[in-house]
């Protein structure tokens, strides 16, 4: 008997349950405390349990074991910090191609920021509250959330750290996620971050809609991400009273708003279901792509894919650009020039984009908006249109990454303008390109 399942991934339908998480006040005492003052090794080792394929056959949904339920707590009050937003309109849309240089983190002790303060929205489409959209956001930080934390009542954050580790608790426990991991809070779970230093990174958000695997299709049963490399938290508790106020902020409607209460919030002694934060390292990917000639669309690359109601169609993708051999005979090998019906945010986590060595920075950007035309730099162009076709590692030491969406984005004000991040000569990237057409040449 084949013991390897050959079907896909699923993680079911969304049904209104599935994205609840249920409290149950009990002392269920299943899970010790983990000491605060551990080392971010012994996190890796002793807090991370690995994902059961089985449990997502079921609809999404987890109960919470709780000292005390999350309605004790004062009432929310507006919370100006921060530069989020969904007003898509601020601004005149641009059809043009972006380019953003890094984005700078503030230096701390002058500019204070944490997780929160440092959130900066750069481009989306749609609204939280008719639960369909995305909003790709930037977060530049030097500060610890104390004694504060944060929930999504819009959507899903797909946190992907470029620069400085990222220590995650959550109310299911902590997670480590470093640059080339990536970590996924779904709508409606509290966490604070800690970090240690200058940090920074990308997220998506998408509104009404969870992240999955693809379906895997002709692939069969093993490629691309695998079920088992997606790891989990482990329950850790504090029974902590925070008499000088504990912050939790939610972000509803797209606008931040805060409470105040007298305890931690990260109460739970014990969970168990599948509606979960998770996270996954970006080295696990298992590569697929073209062995004989031609591209494969970068779709092939896809991690995890948040769908839409029409058949084939992402409200969001998370692709990557791993280092892999490059094989294909009779082809050039970078990305071809294209415009498509996507809208593509592209960042870099670390190294050289291979069709992009100059200009397209780690922890910068690029947005190339639905049927903008783009493509290799010239520089790249000549040496791709020269180099000898023969098996070549690529992109090694590398990852560039990939937020695609089916939506037309907008970008903010603070995108364009204030952010002062743009840089203004991208398109000359692509003016030395000249024609090569010889009409007799054999
Ligand atoms: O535009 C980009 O650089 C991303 C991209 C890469 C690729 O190999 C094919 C298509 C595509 O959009
Ligand atoms: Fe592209």
């Known amino acids: 008997m084949n013991l390897i399942s050959t079907s896909p991934l699923s993680w079911g339908a969304s049904c209104p349950r599935a ?117 790709v956001h930037i977060f530049v930080c030097n500060s610890s959330m104390i004694d504060r934390c944060l929930y999504n009542s819009d959507g899903d954050f797909l946190i992907v750290p470029q620069q400085g580790k990222l220590l995650i608790t959550t109310e299911f426990g902590k997670m480590l996620v470093e640059p080339n991991e990536i970590c996924v809070i779904q709508q409606g779970m509290r966490f604070s971050v800690e970090v240690f230093g200058e940090t920074r990174g990308y997220i998506l958000e998408v509104y009404g809609a969870h992240f999955e695997l693809p379906d895997l299709g002709p692939i069969g049963a093993n490629g691309l991400a695998n ?35 007298d305890y931690s919030p990260y109460n739970v002694v014990a969970w168990h279901g599948n509606y979960t934060p998770y996270k996954y390292h970006l080295e696990k990917f298992m590569v697929i792509n073209a062995v004989a000639f031609d591209h494969a669309d970068p779709s092939i690359f896809t991690v995890l894919t948040a769908k839409t109601t029409r058949a084939g169609v992402a409200l969001a993708d998370f692709v990557i650009f791993p280092p892999r051999w490059g094989v294909a005979n009779n082809t050039f090998r970078p990305p071809y020039y294209h415009r498509n019906c996507m809208s593509e945010f592209m960042g870099l986590i670390k190294g050289h984009y291979e069709a992009k060595e100059e200009g397209f920075q780690p922890g910068g950007g690029s947005l190339h908006s639905m049927m903008t ?35 037309s984005l907008a970008v903010t004000k603070w995108g364009l303008q204030t952010s002062n991040r743009l840089d203004k000569n991208y398109y000359k990237c692509w003016e030395p390109l000249k024609s090569h057409f010889n009409p007799k040449c054999k």
């Open 227 to 261: 079920p088992r490399d997606f790891l989990v938290p482990v329950a850790w508790y504090e029974d902590r009273q925070v008499p000088g106020g504990y912050t939790v902020i939610s972000k509803y409607q797209g606008k931040l708003f805060a409470a105040q209460q």
């Open 373 to 407: 035309p783009h493509g290799p730099d010239a520089d790249c162009f000549e040496k791709a249109s020269k180099a000898k076709l023969e098996p070549e590692r690529v992109a090694d030491g590398t990852m560039a990454f990939m937020f695609e969406s089916s939506l």
């Open 19 to 135: 994205t609840g998480v249920h409290e149950l006040l009990q002392h269920a005492g299943v899970a010790r405390p983990y000491p605060r003052t551990c080392t971010c090794q012994d996190l890796e080792m002793n807090m991370l349990l690995r994902i059961h394929a089985v449990q997502e056959l079921y609809q999404r949904d987890s109960w919470l074991y709780r000292i005390l339920p999350s309605v004790c707590h004062k009432p929310f009050k507006p919370l100006e910090e921060g530069h989020l937003t969904h007003d898509w309109d601020e601004i005149q849309p641009d059809p043009n191609q972006l380019r953003w240089k890094p984005f700078e983190i503030p230096k701390a002790p002058q500019k204070k920021m944490d997780f929160v303060s440092g959130l900066h929205t750069l481009c989306g489409a749609g609204e939280p509250r008719g639960r369909n959209g995305i909003a």
